[in-house]
């Protein structure tokens, strides 16, 4: 072994080259060869030769620089490598480069310096150990992409053949010293002494020589023979494709002269065909071999064709007229035999490499083409192809090579080189595929259907064999079947299964018929079941269910009798024959056994109807990106009844439509749609009977770069002139900016390179701010790498004008600022007389702080301008001209201002000390004033009993149809009206109409009420409003159908999730943004409201009284509604004045003769208004008595007993305070009515009052007009009494916050534990199956973070739910809901939440009072919590038969509540309004034709109503 000399440089992770995430290796020159052996792939650079593992992680890499020694002999040369940093005076170029496993060698070879040949072998394992070296030719010299060297074997030895380009005079890519010739044999190992590398045979130096110009494109050796490929150009400019065989012999000469020649020809010009890229396909015999070739002169129109290569031995050998070992004079006559292709496979522009492999009896190609993709094409034993798949797409427009390997370990990636990268590409993606039909209609061979596993996959992922996947040939659908008829009038229904299976898979087939068969039919064979119908009548609708191993299949089936189907004969019409499983024959519908059942008969029909036939003349812009592009011109002649414009990529595949719009008949638009390939895709005019005309083209290109924006800032107002620089910015349509996204900033101009646009302007700024770019293509946003700052306006600050010669320069001032303004940016006029003097810009320079602009007016010699008006992007600004008397008038100002602070001085000192005596008086009295309110707040909060009433008698709870409908409709009281049933209309089930029954029966068909919500969801203008109406129309339509509500629900649920599981899965669930999500709240209202009536509503229920007798011990304004007594700090009433509690003796008035009751003690305060008074008189009367006082608050009269006479008690009079335009409501400390006084109450309907005063609170400006204990803002010296006005502070007063947190707590807590509390360990029906749901959807999503399952049952019936109730109890009891119990409720339903939550928040002195006050609550919450969902998901699950029950009881238990038919009708509101839209997306689902028709059928008997109560 030798060492190598020198020093060997391994190198690691060096900047510029890296392993890429995505399988991906960047290396840092640009690839010259490269070669795969088993788990090694080795790559040569110009510079450097790399060793990678089978994954493109790196090995080492050998670096190609060193010191060349030569000696007098120029075969006589010594390499030596040396570091990177090292001087060095040679660089080792690879041309050739062949891994030989069978000795554990790696060939090197090319030549150091383009001049001096050479070759080394290095071991295969470890590239730093150099075996050999030797100055010898192996390979081209220069360019090795038009020569070809390759391992074969011949009799026990190996050799190189090397073939070697040659051009047109006769030379040859090869050495002045050295003899090799076009094809040459080379050992491969020294057995026989002669040298590795050595051409010599027993006596000679055999080679084949050539004539002309020929470059090689390929060589492999299947067998014993050695086939190579290779374009030979003709004088007359043409060129040939040329196969040359070499069959193998005993010796180097008898192989070489074994030579024979054919000529590969795809058309009948084949003079024009060129080959570019070669793969022979693995199997046979026959030998197949595929290539790529341009048919034209350059490599834009591109065929792969497939050809039979297999030896021919029928020609006499050695001569060919182009190649010969043994050249006759003169050259042999002899006109080669032609082969042509089995196949022309794909026609696509710049395909520039393939690849070939087998799977089973399929054949798949890898093709890579000149813009940077790899397209793979599924091919069949007939050559039928499948839709090409797009398997990678570069951004760029980087060419693939010419070789694509595969991956050798698991044979599951492919090797894609590039310019200066190499990518391990996957052959499929089959996990994306979800079941058994997607798999199957992927028409991937790599894929099968794993039905142990239930998953799509590669086959040797299988591990039991029970795979399914697709068969043999080219089927479209899975399960084919087809109607039979027999003289005797018996219809026989004949089912075909359309796959491949593995050995268990098959061992279990079976078939079950949802129709009666007749039991004398054959038994299920496979691929095959029959059903001979035993009373010979064809049923609209049928079903299959096949079984194969674990697999189940079902298949349903729409069934029509053949003969039925009539009509003009169409292309439409033969389809519909043959999808319904019929025959047809010479235009009519037979049945299957009297009739062609193959799709290419439809195609040979035409249509009855005649339309003006479409021409194309052009398209504009005919070039776009991958991304698609909006507002299209298309134009021609004929366009009037175009409908559609189709875009067709590839034969046999779906092709794209876009609607069409502004149809002139000469002139269309359309939108380009977005594609996953790069290249040229045709473009015809779709007619409305199916035919397409025109043959217009459309390319698609990589999508643009931006890599640079100059300048790089602007000013706020916009308009500046900014320029893109990067790559196929001609593609881009609009730019926008990240702080206004919505503004789409067309360009000025474009090409390539660059891009011209105005900046948008910032609006609402506060200063600085940067702004990142993207670019509008199609209906996709694409970010640059770049960003803009925005800084503000410029500021012009004084001019001035000087004259030179006839001209007038002017010098502008400006701030310095960062903006970089250039004077191309500006245009200055001056104005004299109202008349505007252009000024030409001329130079700019900078100096310090101050920018100066210098401009010329030309021909005038008045320098006096009374202004300047400066113009810079969509900006003007004015400046005047300096004025002389500046001086002077600041001289003039501020001589008096000097006088006026002296005087000012001196006065000051004199009040200072008045001043401070005061201020030491007021900060004593306010100490004072806090020491008691801190004091008074400590008394409460220690002496606070919880005295509150919890007899609060009969709970008020609302029936069940109220309670549904406020949680339906809680903003749409029209609606929630028009859903109730009246009382006497409860029992009584109405009939609906034939509109609604269609619609009602239509929404039963669950393809069609998925796909309606869908196609609702995805309108921009449905807002979220709508979707709660729509769920809530759903919820009350389907009430009688509870078990079919829950299976849509869950449907729709999984769909979301899906949406949720790319981006945030933690989100679900979190808004009401969808319609499943109101559905869900909805459902859970149905189904828990016996739960909440049960066990949580007289907890609630006490709850809400406790808070509400609680906020009535201390005062609340009347006006304002806040209270002293509160848990918000918003509603907390800390201006509160001094009050006193006072029992007050009420006596009423019974009868008209002035008789009164017994009296009633009512607690008041001293600072409630009369109407505050009223209120409690009547809230203690029907506490005491359980039923309410017959008078209401708005007829009552109050009055006081004072001095023996009744004095009235009113809102306002005569003595009521004012302050400024503001009245204070009188109180009882007004009317100073003292503790123990009597109140008489009278009707005013009885007993008139002088001055009738309704409430002051129906007056629409109460608020304003009035107070109670806030005092209105207005001036101190409008005030009567100063001395009320006491200085309060609200942090004093936050510790009523918890005293009534204290006295509510026993009720808040009770109410928690009856919410997740489970009596008799058994959770509510509703809670455990859809929590067990929720289980089961994260398993199939494999998500495996227990936080996400905690998120999601917490977003799903606490925030959904429980909250909901927390803060609206008038949903569920006969009772109103001031805003201020609103914002106590919210403070408790936040603590719930919290309660829930997984995050420990950290509390301090600065957070919010509603999230401390619970703070040392809500550790102990959780923990109750966490064990209420273990206790959940521990129980036993719930049965589907018990559950199933579960709904029917509440759908009949409320049957007959709800209004169907109004629910119905205005759900129709919503199908009229999106018909179109909701056709479409059912057409994209796939949807029956009979969901479609009944659709329509609906839509035309509303239509059709003249009058109707829903319109």
């Known amino acids: 072994m030798i060492l190598l000399p020198g020093l060997l440089f391994i190198l690691w992770g060096e900047p510029g080259r890296c392993r890429g995430e995505d399988g991906a290796f960047i290396f840092d020159g640009d ?191 299947i067998n014993s023979v050695i086939y190579l490929l290779s374009n030979v150009h003709s004088s007359a400019g043409g060129n040939k494709v040329r196969l040359i065989w070499l069959d193998g012999k005993i010796s180097k000469t008898q192989t070489l002269r074994s030579l024979r020649g054919a000529t590969l020809r795809i058309s009948e010009a084949g003079e024009g065909n060129r080959l570019l890229a070669s793969s022979v396909i693995p199997g046979g015999p026959p030998v197949l071999w595929s290539g790529v070739f341009s048919v034209d002169a350059g490599q834009t129109n591109t065929e792969l064709a497939v050809f039979d290569i297999s030896l021919d031995l029928t020609g006499e050998a050695d001569t060919d007229p182009d190649f010969c070992s043994v050249c006759p004079d003169p050259p042999s006559p002899k006109t080669p035999k032609t082969l042509r292709p089995k196949a022309v496979l794909l026609r696509q522009n710049n395909m520039s490499s393939v690849l070939a492999v087998r799977q089973r009896a399929w054949m798949v190609f890898f093709i890579g083409t000149g813009d940077g993709q790899l397209i793979k094409l599924a091919v069949d034993k007939d050559y039928h192809t499948t839709c090409p798949v797009v398997l990678y797409r570069a951004s760029d427009d980087h060419k693939v090579f010419p070789k694509i390997s595969l991956d050798q370990v698991d044979r599951k990636h ?194 009855g109807t005649h339309f003006l036939r479409p021409e194309i003349s052009s398209i504009t812009p005919s070039v776009v990106s991958f991304y698609g592009r909006n507002h299209a011109l298309l134009s021609g002649r004929n366009l009037s009844d175009v409908t559609r414009v189709r875009i067709q990529a590839h034969m046999d ?94 360009p000025r101009n474009s090409s390539s390179e660059n891009l011209t646009y105005d900046s948008p302007v910032a609006e609402n700024t506060q200063g600085t701010f940067t702004s990142s770019v993207s670019m509008k293509l199609g209906n996709d946003t694409l970010p640059c790498s770049t960003n803009i700052t925005y800084y503000p306006e410029p500021e012009f600050t004084i001019f001035t004008s000087t004259r030179t010669g006839d001209d007038v320069r002017i010098t502008i001032e400006k701030k310095a600022d960062k903006l970089e303004m250039t004077t191309a940016e500006l245009s200055v006029w001056g104005i004299r007389n109202e008349k505007q003097y252009p000024c030409i810009m001329e130079t700019k320079e900078t100096n310090n702080q101050t920018e100066f602009f210098t401009c010329e007016i030309k021909s005038t010699s008045d320098t006096k301008f009374e202004q300047l008006m400066i113009k810079y992007g969509d900006e003007t600004v004015t400046l005047h001209a300096k004025s002389s008397m500046l001086f002077l008038l600041m001289l003039f100002v501020l001589l008096p201002i000097a006088c006026i602070i002296v005087a000012v001085v ?18 004593g009295d306010l100490e004072l004033n806090i020491r008691n309110d801190i004091r008074q707040g400590f008394v409460d909060l220690q002496t606070e009993k919880s005295d509150l009433m919890e007899n609060v008698g009969a709970i008020p709870f609302l029936d069940y149809k109220h309670f549904a409908s406020r949680i339906f409709f809680p903003e749409n ?44 969801e995805g309108q921009k203008s449905f807002t979220i409003k709508d979707k709660c109406t729509l769920a809530s129309l759903l919820t009350v339509s389907l009430h009688g159908n509870l078990l079919y509500l829950t299976e849509i629900m869950e449907v729709l649920l999984k769909a979301l999730m899906q949406q949720h599981s790319n981006a945030q899965p933690k989100l679900l669930l979190r ?82 003769d002035g008789e009164v009751s017994e009296p009633l003690e009512v607690n008041t305060l001293s600072c409630d208004t009369v109407e505050q008074v009223k209120e409690k008189i009547l809230s203690t009367f029907k506490a005491k008595f359980g039923f309410p006082y017959n008078v209401p608050l708005r007829d009552m009269c109050i009055k006081y007993e004072s001095g023996g006479s009744f004095v009235p008690l009113e809102d306002v009079d005569a003595s009521s305070e004012v302050i400024g335009e503001v009245m204070m409501l009188n109180t009882l400390k007004h009317y100073k009515v003292p503790d123990g006084a009597t109140i008489k109450v009278l009707s005013t309907k009885t007993h008139p009052p002088l001055s009738p005063q309704g409430s002051l609170k129906d007056d629409e400006n109460f608020s304003g007009k009035y107070f109670h204990l ?28 918890l005293s009534t947190k204290v006295a509510v707590h026993s009720f808040v807590e009770n109410l928690f534990s009856s919410i997740w509390g489970i009596p008799h360990s058994k959770a509510p029906h509703a809670v455990k199956y859809f929590f067990d749901f929720l289980d089961t959807q994260a398993d199939n999503m494999k998500i495996t973070d227990p936080d996400v399952l905690h998120i999601w049952k917490t977003n799903s019936l606490p925030l959904r739910f429980w909250v909901n109730i927390l803060k609206n109890p008038q949903f569920v009891f006969d009772m109103e809901k001031t805003p201020h119990l609103d914002g106590c409720l919210s403070v408790i339903a936040q603590a719930f939440m919290d309660s829930f939550s997984l995050s420990e928040t950290q509390l301090g002195k600065y957070a919010p009072t509603n999230k401390l006050l619970y703070a040392k609550e809500i550790p102990k919450f959780k923990q109750e919590v966490k064990a209420y969902y273990k206790q959940i998901r521990d129980q036993s ?25 109004a629910a119905l009708r205005e759900l129709y509101r919503f199908i009229q309004r999106y018909f179109t839209e909701i056709k479409e997306k059912l057409d994209q689902d796939g949807a029956p034709t009979e969901v479609t028709e009944q659709l329509h059928h609906v839509k035309h008997l509303f239509d059709g109503l003249k009058s109707c109560s829903w319109n």
């Open 31 to 221: 690839i010259r060869h490269f070669a795969v052996n088993n788990n090694t792939v080795y790559i040569a650079t110009m510079e450097k030769l790399y060793q990678l593992n089978h994954d493109l992680s790196l090995v080492q890499i050998l670096s190609q620089r060193g010191i060349l020694k030569v000696g007098n002999n120029p075969l006589d040369v010594h390499f030596d490598r040396v570091s990177e940093t090292a001087r060095s005076n040679a660089t080792f170029k690879v041309n050739t480069l062949l891994p030989f496993a069978e000795n554990n060698n790696l060939f090197s070879c090319g030549v150091i310096n383009n001049e001096f040949v050479y070759c080394e072998v290095l071991d295969l394992m470890n590239i730093s150990k150099l075996l050999y070296k030797e100055s010898v030719q192996v390979g081209p010299l220069r360019r090795s992409d038009a020569s070809v060297a390759v391992l074969v074997k011949v009799a026990s030895d190996t050799y190189v053949v090397t073939a070697i380009q040659q051009h047109e005079d006769g030379s040859t890519e090869s050495s002045s010293f050295s003899d090799a010739k076009t094809v040459n044999l080379h050992d491969a190992d020294n057995k026989y002494k002669r040298g590795i590398f050595s051409r010599s045979d027993a006596h000679d130096s055999p080679s084949i020589k050539s004539k002309g110009d020929v470059e090689f494109v390929d060589g492999f050796q």
């Open 414 to 607: 492919v090797y894609v080189p590039f310019q200066n990268e190499m990518k391990r590409v996957p052959v499929s993606t089959c996990s994306i595929y979800t079941n058994v039909q997607d798999c199957w209609s992927a028409q991937d061979p790599f894929c099968v259907w794993c039905g142990s596993e239930t998953r799509c996959t590669f086959e040797d992922d299988c591990k039991d064999s029970d795979w399914l996947s697709i068969p043999d040939d080219h089927q479209q659908k899975m399960v084919s079947y087809k109607v039979e008829k027999d003289t005797r009038g018996q219809i026989t229904l004949k089912i075909q299964t359309h796959l491949t299976w593995g050995q268990r898979a098959l061992s279990n087939f079976a078939c079950q018929f949802g129709v009666r068969c007749s039991t004398t039919g054959p038994r299920p064979q496979f691929p095959q079941c029959t059903c001979i119908l035993s009373n010979s009548t064809l049923p609209a609708e049928a079903s299959v269910k096949i079984r194969l191993g674990p697999t189940h299949l079902l298949e349903r089936l729409t069934l029509t009798n053949c003969s039925d189907i009539r009509g003009p004969p169409s292309s439409a019409l033969c389809q519909q024959c043959i999808r319904a499983g019929c025959g047809w024959s010479t235009n009519v519908c037979s049945w299957a056994n009297q009739g062609v059942r193959n799709d290419s008969v439809c195609q040979m029909v035409e249509s």
């Open 653 to 746: 595949c779906t092709p794209q439509e876009s609607p069409v719009w502004n149809n002139t008949g000469v002139n269309l638009t359309f939108h380009v749609p977005s594609t996953v390939s790069k290249g040229v895709v045709k473009v015809c005019a779709l007619l409305p009977d199916g035919n397409c005309h025109g043959n217009a083209k459309i390319t698609y290109r990589s999508s643009p770069s931006c890599t640079n924006i100059v300048p790089s800032s602007t000013w706020f107002s916009g308009g500046r002139k900014l320029t893109l620089t990067g790559s196929h910015l001609e593609f881009v349509e609009g730019v926008t900016h990240s702080h206004a996204p919505q503004k789409v900033v067309r």
């Open 906 to 923: 001196i006065v000051y000192r004199s009040k200072q000390k008045k001043f401070t005596a005061k201020m030491n008086k007021l900060i």
């Open 973 to 1016: 009281e029209s609606l929630m009206t028009l859903c109730i049933k009246d009382i006497g209309q409860d029992a009584v089930k109405i009939q609906l109409d034939e509109c609604c029954h269609s619609l009602s029966r239509l929404i039963q068909d669950p393809l069609f009420l998925t796909s309606m919500v869908h196609a609702l």
């Open 1071 to 1152: 808004r009401t943004e969808s319609t499943v999500e109101k559905l869900l709240t909805n459902w859970m209202s149905i189904c828990l409201y016996g739960f909440l009536r049960e066990s949580v509503g007289q907890h609630l229920f006490l709850m809400v009284s406790a808070l509400t007798q609680q906020i009535a011990k201390g005062p609340v304004d009347c006006v304002t509604e806040k209270a002293l007594y509160t848990l918000s700090e918003d509603w907390l009433l800390w201006q509160a004045p001094d009050f006193s509690s006072l029992k007050l003796k009420v006596l009423f008035t019974v009868g008209s």
């Open 1270 to 1297: 806030i005092d209105p803002d207005v001036d101190e010296n409008q005030r009567q009494n100063p001395e009320r006005k006491k200085l309060k502070l609200k942090e004093v007063h936050l510790i009523k916050l």
């Open 1437 to 1461: 699950p719930m049965t589907d038969s018990e559950f199933k029950d579960f709904l029917r009881e509440e759908s009949k238990k409320h049957e007959n509540e709800f209004n169907e038919a």
